[in-house]
C-alpha cells in the first residue's frame, strides 16, 4: 500500500496489560495509516489467565457427561473388531484408517456408502434405495470413523433413523420426494445450530448452550430432505487449522491417524475422508474447509460470502455469527467425495431461494447453469510459492505434475507471480481480532479452561488483545477492498480464469503445529471462490526429500519449513485449491469438473 508523503513512527498501546508494540505512519489528516508490508502478523502473547479452579469443580463434570453421552450413543455391534486393531496405537502410529471399512463392512453397506451423493439421491428417488438404507449403512460407515478418528461431537443416530423413516413413509404414500436431497445423510459441523442441542463451538463454557432452533442453513437442508445423523468436531475457538477442544480433544487424519485432519471443519474432514458421510458441511474463515478437504483426500468448496447463510452459529465474535462482520466474512459450504456433489449442494441450496424469507444477508441469485468449459478454453496460473513461506517438497511436485497434465490436454497454463502476499495476510490477521479478542476472552473467562497452544497463537494474530479504534478498524477495511480491486484488476491484465494454488505449505501436519495461513486466509479476505481438490498426487519420502540446506527468508517459513517430515508426511495426499473471481462458484465447479477429469486419467 502507498500513501502521500508518510513520516514514519512509532508508538507503544497498553490494553489489558498487554504491551504492544506497533509501526504505523501518520499523516497530516490525523489518521493512522499502517505500512502492511512492515507490520507484524502477530501481536503479543494474550493476557488471558486460566482458572483451573473453575474449570475443575463446576466444568470437567460437564466435559465427562459429554463425553458419556458420545459413548452411549454409539452402536457397539459396529464397532471394529479389537483383533483388528491389536498393537495399534492410533495418536502416534502411521495407521491408515481409510482401509478399515472394506474389512469390516458388509456387502451392502460397503456398496451404498462407497456411492456418490448425487447417485444415492438417485437411486433413493427411483426406489431403488430406502432412506433407512443407506441412512444405516452410514451409520456403521460413521460408527468405524468416529471410533478411528474421533471425528463426532454429537452422535443422532436415533434420530436420523427416525428421520430417515419418515422421509420413506412419505415416499411411499404420495411417489414424490420432498426435495432434490431426500434420504440423504448429512453430517453437520458442530458450531451450527441444531435445534434442541447443545452447540458449544469448542467453547467449554457453551456446553450448557442448548439452542431452541435450527441456524438457517439446518432448516434449508431439511427441508430439502437431509437426514441428519451426526454432528462433528471442531477445535476450540474455531481458530485453528487442527482440530483440538478442551470437550472431546483430538480428532485424527483417516490416512494417517498420528496426523492432523485439519481444521476448524475437523470432524467433517475426518467423515468425509473415511466415506462415512456422503455430503459434510463445514465453515471457513481462514481455510476451514479447505485445509481438511486437502488434508483428508476430498473435495470442499469455500462460496463467496453471502451464498450459503452463516444465521445462526456459534462463533468467536459478539454477534456469534448471526451475522457476518465487517472484518472478514466466514462461508459456508460443502464437502464431499467428487465435484458433482459440490454441485449437489449448492443447486438444491440456492434453488431454495432461502433470502426470500430466511435470510436478507444473502444475496438473491439461484444458481445459474453455464457451460463445461472446453480445455483449450482455460487460462490457469499456477501458484508455485505466494512470496512468504515456500511450499514443501510433495506441495511443489503436485503442482508441476496437475500443470503439466493441464498442459498436455491443452490448457494454457502460466505461472503466477504472487502480489504482495504478506500484506494480505496481516490485514486479514488483524481484522481476525480488531476486537481485541474481546468476545473470545469473555467465553474463556466464563469457564476457565486451559488454552490450547494454537488458540494461544491465534489470539495473536493481528494486534493480539490490543482493540483498534474505528478509524483504525476502518483503515484496515479500506485496505481489504483496495487489495479486493487489485486482484480483480490483476486477473483481468493477467488474462487468467483460475488459479491452482497449493492449499497449505504442506500435506496433513502433525497435531497442533500449524501457524501459517496465507495460503488460505488470503481468498478469505478477498472473498473469492475456493475449491479444494485431490491433486491425485500422495508424498512420497523416497522422491520429496527435505532439502536441508535450505535457507528460508523469513522467520514464518522457517517455522514452516521445519514442520516438514518426509518420513511421517508418506502417503498423504496432497490436496490443491482451484481460485476463481467472486461469486463465480457454477464457474468454478464446471472448470473443476474438466480438471479432476485430466488429473485423474
Same mark, same amino acid.
Given at each position: 500500500?502507498t500513501?502521500?508523503?508518510?513520516?514514519?513512527?512509532?508508538?507503544?498501546?497498553?490494553?489489558?496489560?498487554?504491551h504492544?508494540?506497533?509501526?504505523?505512519k501518520?499523516?497530516?489528516?490525523?489518521?493512522?495509516?499502517?505500512d502492511h508490508?512492515?507490520?507484524?502478523?502477530?501481536?503479543?502473547?494474550t493476557?488471558?489467565?486460566?482458572?483451573?479452579?473453575l474449570?475443575?469443580?463446576?466444568?470437567?463434570?460437564?466435559?465427562?457427561?459429554?463425553?458419556?453421552?458420545?459413548v452411549?450413543?454409539?452402536p457397539?455391534?459396529y464397532?471394529?473388531?479389537?483383533?483388528?486393531?491389536?498393537?495399534?496405537d492410533?495418536?502416534?502410529?502411521?495407521?491408515?484408517?481409510?482401509?478399515?471399512?472394506?474389512?469390516?463392512?458388509? @456387502?451392502?453397506?460397503? +456398496?451404498?456408502?462407497e456411492?456418490?451423493a448425487? !447417485? #444415492?439421491?438417485?437411486?433413493i $428417488?427411483?426406489?431403488?434405495y &430406502?432412506s433407512?438404507?443407506?441412512?444405516?449403512?452410514f451409520?456403521?460407515?460413521?460408527?468405524?470413523?468416529?471410533?478411528?478418528?474421533?471425528?463426532?461431537m @454429537?452422535?443422532?443416530? +436415533?434420530e436420523?433413523?427416525?428421520?430417515?423413516? !419418515? #422421509?420413506?413413509e412419505?415416499? $411411499?404414500k404420495?411417489g414424490k &420426494?420432498?426435495?432434490?436431497?431426500?434420504?440423504?445423510?448429512?453430517?453437520?459441523?458442530?458450531?451450527?445450530?441444531?435445534?434442541g442441542r447443545?452447540?458449544?463451538?469448542?467453547?467449554?463454557?457453551?456446553?450448557?448452550?442448548?439452542?431452541? !432452533?435450527?441456524?438457517v442453513?439446518?432448516?434449508?437442508l431439511?427441508?430439502?430432505?437431509?437426514?441428519?445423523?451426526i454432528?462433528?468436531?471442531?477445535?476450540?475457538?474455531?481458530m485453528?487449522?487442527?482440530?483440538?477442544?478442551?470437550i472431546?480433544g483430538r480428532?485424527?487424519?483417516?490416512?494417517?491417524t498420528?496426523?492432523?485432519?485439519g481444521g476448524?471443519?475437523?470432524?467433517?474432514?475426518?467423515?468425509?475422508?473415511?466415506?462415512a458421510?456422503?455430503?459434510?458441511?463445514?465453515t471457513?474463515?481462514?481455510?476451514?474447509?479447505?485445509?481438511?478437504?486437502?488434508?483428508?483426500?476430498?473435495?470442499?468448496?469455500?462460496p463467496?460470502?453471502?451464498?450459503?447463510?452463516?444465521?445462526?452459529?456459534?462463533?468467536?465474535?459478539?454477534?456469534a455469527?448471526?451475522?457476518?462482520?465487517e472484518?472478514?466474512?466466514?462461508?459456508?459450504?460443502?464437502m464431499?467425495n467428487?465435484v458433482?456433489d459440490?454441485?449437489l449442494?449448492m443447486?438444491?441450496?440456492?434453488?431454495s431461494?432461502?433470502w426470500?424469507?430466511?435470510d436478507?444477508q444473502?444475496?438473491p441469485?439461484?444458481w445459474?447453469e453455464?457451460?463445461?468449459p472446453?480445455?483449450?478454453?482455460?487460462?490457469?496460473?499456477?501458484?508455485?510459492d505466494?512470496?512468504?513461506?515456500?511450499?514443501?517438497?510433495?506441495?511443489?511436485r503436485?503442482?508441476?505434475?496437475?500443470?503439466?497434465?493441464?498442459?498436455?490436454?491443452g490448457?494454457?497454463v502460466?505461472?503466477w507471480e504472487?502480489?504482495?502476499?504478506?500484506?494480505?495476510?496481516?490485514?486479514?490477521?488483524?481484522?481476525?481480532d480488531y476486537?481485541?479478542?474481546?468476545?473470545?476472552?469473555?467465553?474463556?473467562?466464563?469457564s476457565?479452561?486451559?488454552?490450547?497452544?494454537?488458540?494461544?497463537?491465534?489470539l495473536?494474530?493481528?494486534?493480539?488483545?490490543?482493540?483498534?479504534?474505528v478509524?483504525?478498524?476502518?483503515?484496515?477495511v479500506?485496505s481489504?477492498?483496495?487489495?479486493?480491486?487489485?486482484?480483480q484488476?490483476l486477473?483481468?491484465?493477467?488474462?487468467?480464469?483460475?488459479?491452482?494454488?497449493p492449499?497449505?505449505?504442506?500435506?496433513?501436519?502433525?497435531p497442533?503445529?500449524?501457524?501459517?495461513?496465507g495460503?488460505?486466509?488470503l481468498?478469505?479476505?478477498?472473498?473469492?471462490?475456493?475449491v479444494?481438490?485431490?491433486s491425485?498426487?500422495?508424498?512420497?519420502?523416497?522422491i520429496?526429500?527435505?532439502d536441508?540446506?535450505?535457507?528460508?527468508r523469513?522467520e514464518h517459513?522457517?517455522?514452516e519449513?521445519?514442520?516438514?517430515?518426509?518420513?511421517k508426511?508418506?502417503?498423504?495426499?496432497?490436496?490443491?485449491t482451484?481460485?476463481?473471481?467472486?461469486?463465480?462458484?457454477?464457474?468454478?465447479?464446471k472448470?473443476?469438473?474438466v480438471?479432476?477429469?485430466?488429473?485423474s486419467?
Open positions: 500500500m500513501t502521500d508523503s508518510p513520516v514514519s513512527t512509532a508508538y507503544t498501546t497498553y490494553h489489558k496489560g498487554a504492544v508494540n506497533t509501526n504505523h501518520a499523516h497530516a489528516d490525523g489518521l493512522v495509516h499502517f508490508a512492515t507490520e507484524p502478523l502477530y501481536g503479543a502473547e493476557t488471558y489467565q486460566e482458572n483451573p479452579e474449570y475443575q469443580t463446576e466444568w470437567v463434570p460437564k466435559i465427562n457427561a459429554y463425553r458419556q453421552a458420545i452411549d450413543a454409539i457397539k455391534e464397532l471394529v473388531p479389537q483383533e483388528l486393531l491389536a498393537g495399534v492410533l495418536d502416534n502410529d502411521n495407521f491408515n484408517a481409510t482401509l478399515i471399512p472394506a474389512k469390516v463392512l458388509d @456387502e451392502e453397506s460397503l +456398496k451404498i456408502t456411492s456418490t448425487t !447417485e #444415492l439421491v438417485a437411486k $428417488a427411483s426406489g431403488e &430406502t433407512v438404507q443407506v441412512t444405516t449403512a451409520i456403521k460407515r460413521a460408527t468405524i470413523a468416529h471410533q478411528l478418528t474421533n471425528c463426532g @454429537e452422535i443422532l443416530f +436415533k436420523g433413523l427416525a428421520r430417515a423413516k !419418515e #422421509l420413506d412419505i415416499f $411411499a404420495t &420426494t420432498v426435495g432434490p436431497l431426500h434420504g440423504l445423510p448429512v453430517s453437520l459441523k458442530e458450531h451450527y445450530y441444531f435445534k447443545v452447540t458449544t463451538g469448542g467453547y467449554v463454557c457453551n456446553l450448557t448452550n442448548v439452542t431452541p !432452533e435450527h441456524g442453513t439446518t432448516l434449508t431439511e427441508e430439502l430432505g437431509a437426514v441428519f445423523y454432528r462433528t468436531s471442531n477445535p476450540q475457538s474455531l485453528h487449522l487442527c482440530s483440538y477442544n478442551n472431546t480428532t485424527r487424519n483417516p490416512w494417517n498420528s496426523l492432523s485432519p476448524s471443519s475437523s470432524g467433517e474432514g475426518a467423515i468425509s475422508g473415511m466415506k458421510a456422503p455430503l459434510s458441511v463445514g471457513d474463515i481462514g481455510g476451514s474447509i479447505r485445509a481438511p478437504a486437502a488434508f483428508c483426500g476430498g473435495f470442499g468448496l469455500k463467496t460470502t453471502h451464498r450459503i447463510s452463516m444465521a445462526g452459529g456459534v462463533g468467536g465474535g459478539e454477534a455469527y448471526n451475522t457476518i462482520k472484518g472478514v466474512g466466514c462461508s459456508m459450504g460443502p464431499a467428487s458433482e459440490l454441485e449442494f443447486k438444491a441450496y440456492l434453488d431461494e432461502p426470500v424469507a430466511k436478507q444473502l444475496i441469485v439461484p445459474r453455464v457451460p463445461v472446453k480445455p483449450q478454453e482455460l487460462t490457469i496460473g499456477i501458484v508455485y505466494d512470496g512468504v513461506v515456500k511450499p514443501h517438497p510433495p506441495v511443489v503436485a503442482l508441476k505434475e496437475v500443470a503439466a497434465k493441464l498442459k498436455a490436454a490448457v494454457n502460466v505461472e504472487s502480489y504482495e502476499v504478506y500484506q494480505v495476510a496481516e490485514i486479514c490477521n488483524v481484522l481476525y476486537d481485541g479478542n474481546y468476545s473470545s476472552l469473555k467465553k474463556f473467562s466464563t476457565g479452561e486451559p488454552l490450547a497452544e494454537l488458540t494461544k497463537h491465534a495473536k494474530f493481528g494486534k493480539g488483545d490490543y482493540s483498534l479504534s478509524r483504525e478498524a476502518n483503515f484496515y479500506n481489504r477492498e483496495s487489495y479486493r480491486q487489485k486482484y484488476d486477473f483481468n491484465s493477467r488474462g487468467v480464469d483460475f488459479l491452482i494454488a492449499t497449505y505449505v504442506g500435506t496433513a501436519p502433525k497442533n503445529t500449524v501457524h501459517y495461513w495460503y488460505t486466509s481468498w478469505n479476505l478477498l472473498d473469492q471462490t475456493c479444494t481438490f485431490p491425485r498426487v500422495f508424498a512420497d519420502k523416497n520429496d526429500v527435505k536441508v540446506d535450505y535457507k528460508p523469513n517459513e522457517e517455522y519449513y521445519n514442520l516438514y517430515d518426509a518420513e508426511s508418506h502417503g498423504s495426499p496432497v490436496g490443491l482451484l481460485v476463481g473471481r467472486r461469486y463465480t462458484e457454477e464457474k468454478a465447479l472448470a473443476m469438473k480438471i479432476d477429469e485430466i488429473i486419467a
